[in-house]
Structure formats: C-alpha cells, structure tokens
C-alpha cells in the first residue's frame, strides 16, 4: 500500500517556469514532510523539509505548501532552470527525518531551455 | 559534512554467487542506517533498519536470509545479497542517521547498480 501518494509522473515546463509538484497522505500519525532531489544514477538528496504547524516553507527558489485538513503537501519550484530537471521524491515520517521515510512515487521534472 | 559513501558504485555478477555492499558515514557516526531498493524510474522502498551492534529490521517481505545486512561499526553498515539472481538487479541506496541528534536526518549514499547476468 503506497502510504504517500504523488502526482504527476512527470513534468514538463520552460525555463522560467513554476512546476508543482503533489503529494497526498492517509496517516494522520505523519508529522515531517521533506523533499528529495534525485539525479540519475545519484542518491536522494534532501531539498526542503516542513512540519505540519506551518502552511508554507520557503527556501530559495523552493516552496511548500501544506494543507493539514486535506492531508496534501507540495513542491513549488519558482523560476526553474534547466539544472532543475531531476526526479523529486516527496516523503512523510513520524517524528522526525531520521526515522522510517515513506516516499512517494517520484515526479520526473524536464525543464525546457 | 554529512558525507555518506558506497562502494562499490556498481557491480556485475554471475547468477548464484553473492555481493557485499559497504556503506559508510564519513564524516560523522551513525548508530541507524537504512538500505533502500530503487527500480528503475520508481520510488525508494525501504528494505530494513540496520542498528550497530544489533540485529537488522527487515521490512515485510524481505527475506532476511537473501539480504544480511552488517552493522559492525558506526561507520559502516554492510549488505550481502547472497545467491544473487537476475531479479535482484536493482539500485540499492543507504542512508544514514547522525547519531549526535543535531542532525534529524537521513544523508543518502549514492547507491550502487547491481547487475546479476
């Protein structure tokens, strides 16, 4: 059973552009949110991370948004470049990111000169 | 800081024989690591929980027995697919868990490709 659900599968935008970038939960027990950046043939690497006792996060170029009522969080990548295209994981645990990671199924972003 | 390795970073080997993989923290210690088994173009799929100086966690239906996973040190953490076959090919990515708890994070390793022919 896939505990966190994301959407899309994939991604296409212009350079410039802000892709966004969905995920949903069931577990209500979730309370740490991160996001992965993976390059081909790389491992995961930690983006931005949110607790659920703030509806937004920013850093640089990089925005969550988190809507505890309809358990939904997402990835907002304003301004995007090329350098952007990857596979962004969205993630959920209990407590804290040291403990067992629930990813969801991965968006593969394309940024478009 | 928070480096994590893995090595090697891809492996090719008959069908039967077996394969360790080491991952290491190198810059900090790790009393929790953690093995994943990505396919191609899919998620990460948490295969156990490796504490040093105890038993694996294996998550259900993993078997235990095909993947031992060694936790010897808090620097490294091994995992041995034994009687390896053409459907264990995957990406196995480690992470690791600074034990100091200023960091509440997992720092992923590379991963390594395994290609059993």
């Known amino acids: 059973q896939q505990q966190v659900k994301q959407s899309p599968q994939s991604l296409i935008v212009q350079k410039g552009g802000i892709p966004i970038i969905n995920c949903a939960y069931e577990?209500?027990?979730?309370?740490?949110f991160p996001w992965y950046q993976q390059f081909p043939g790389k491992g995961p690497a930690l983006l931005i991370a949110?607790?659920?006792?703030?509806s937004e996060k920013k850093e640089g170029r990089f925005t969550i948004s988190f809507n505890k009522s309809a358990k939904q969080f997402s990835l907002h990548i304003m301004d995007s470049q090329p350098g952007d295209s990857a596979t962004y994981f969205c993630?959920?645990?209990?407590?804290?990111?040291?403990?067992?990671?629930?990813f969801g199924t991965g968006t593969r972003l394309t940024v478009i000169p | 800081g928070a480096v994590v390795s893995q090595h090697p970073s891809r492996v090719i080997c008959k069908s039967g024989t077996s394969v360790k993989i080491e991952c290491r923290s190198l810059?900090?210690?790790?009393?929790?690591m953690f093995w994943y088994r990505q396919f191609p173009k899919k998620s990460l799929m948490l295969m156990a929980t490796?504490?040093?100086?105890?038993?694996?966690?294996?998550e259900q239906g993993v078997e235990k027995d095909k993947f031992l996973i060694n936790h010897a040190s808090l620097t490294l953490s091994t995992l041995t697919v034994t009687s390896a076959h053409p459907e264990d090919s995957s990406f196995y990515i480690c992470?690791?868990?600074?034990?100091?708890?200023?960091?509440?994070?997992?720092?992923f390793g590379p991963g390594t490709r395994l290609t059993v022919l």
């Open positions: 992470s690791a868990n600074p034990t100091s708890g200023r960091f509440h994070e997992q720092f």
């Open positions: 577990n209500t027990a979730f309370d740490y």
């Open positions: 949110i607790r659920p006792d703030v």
């Open positions: 993630a959920a645990s209990i407590g804290t990111g040291a403990n067992n990671l629930f």
């Open positions: 810059d900090f210690q790790a009393t929790t």
């Open positions: 490796s504490n040093e100086g105890s038993k694996a966690t294996y």
